[in-house]
């Protein structure tokens, strides 16, 4: 595995330690730190905010675009529905999944490891962290997500640039900088947002969140099968690595297979 450890000689890299409330907490922040199974994990929890949430605002977001499907794309509006049911669970039972993927990205509290990555695991870990405000998690969650999509668009551009995020954050530019327009010179953009927000619609369509064709369930099999698939190619244990050591195999075995 040596051809895929490290980054660049220069490059020192120290754990994340934040205090948050009354406890010293190490985080992974860094894909040369992060073992590959969290990361997967981290990812999946975030994959399930995205589509379903569980709070308020995901309600509310979901509302609106029930409203903006039905007699546009009525599949897609019950999909909405099926999600919305899920959030309102959610809310009821009081379980923020996001909040749930920062559990996943911690190593230590007050020193003592924490190794379990089960659901209730990860549960117990967040209980931990129950007293802190959700504002001050939301922003640290972010500020690591950032630091991490950052490193693997920089070592990976070829695996982690999206064109479809890419148009998807240009197009919300677009609809922003008309809003901006119709405010200073009051100029009427209503009919150009309203194509913007119809075009954003169709490129974010709901995902299936139950049953046996479940987004969480497809991506954990795809995961599964990228393992597999590594350990047969290369003979290496995927429980050891890291998510740089990940990647750089995958794309070692692209680029012998061109």
């Known amino acids: 595995m040596g051809a895929f450890c490290s980054r660049p000689a220069n490059t020192i890299n120290v754990m994340r330690t934040e205090k948050i409330g009354r406890n010293v907490v190490e985080i992974y922040d860094s894909i040369d730190e992060l073992p590959i199974k969290r990361f997967h994990k981290f990812n ?13 605002n995901d309600i509310n977001r979901h509302i609106g675009r029930i409203s903006k499907y039905i007699g546009k794309d009525n599949d897609s509006a019950r999909r909405e529905l099926e999600n919305l049911r899920q959030s309102l669970y959610m809310v009821s039972e009081g379980t923020n999944v996001r909040h749930l993927s920062f559990a996943v990205l911690v190593k230590s509290i007050n020193g003592v490891p924490l190794h379990d990555l089960s659901d209730q695991g990860i549960r117990k870990t967040m209980e931990k962290l129950s007293e802190v405000k959700q504002g001050f998690l939301s922003r640290l969650i972010e500020s690591v997500k950032k630091k991490i999509d950052q490193e693997l668009s920089l070592y990976f551009p ?3 640039d999206n064109s479809e995020v890419k148009e998807y954050y ?3 530019r677009e609809r922003a900088l008309l809003q901006l327009d119709q405010i200073i010179r009051g100029t009427k953009n209503e009919s ?5 927000d119809d075009f954003l619609l169709i490129l974010a369509k709901p995902e299936i969140f139950a049953g046996s064709k ?3 369930i497809s991506f954990d099999k795809e995961f599964e099968s990228m393992c597999l ?3 047969k190619e290369l003979a290496i244990d ?3 690595m890291n998510v740089m050591q990940f990647y750089s195999a995958l794309e070692y075995i692209k680029k012998q297979r061109k």
């Open 44 to 56: 999946k929890y975030l994959l399930v905010d995205s589509g379903i949430g569980s709070d308020l």
């Open 170 to 172: 240009d197009r919300l």
């Open 192 to 196: 150009r947002i309203e194509k913007v």
């Open 238 to 240: 995927i429980e050891d």
């Open 158 to 160: 070829g695996t982690f």
């Open 229 to 231: 698939f590594l350990t």
């Open 214 to 216: 479940s987004k969480e």
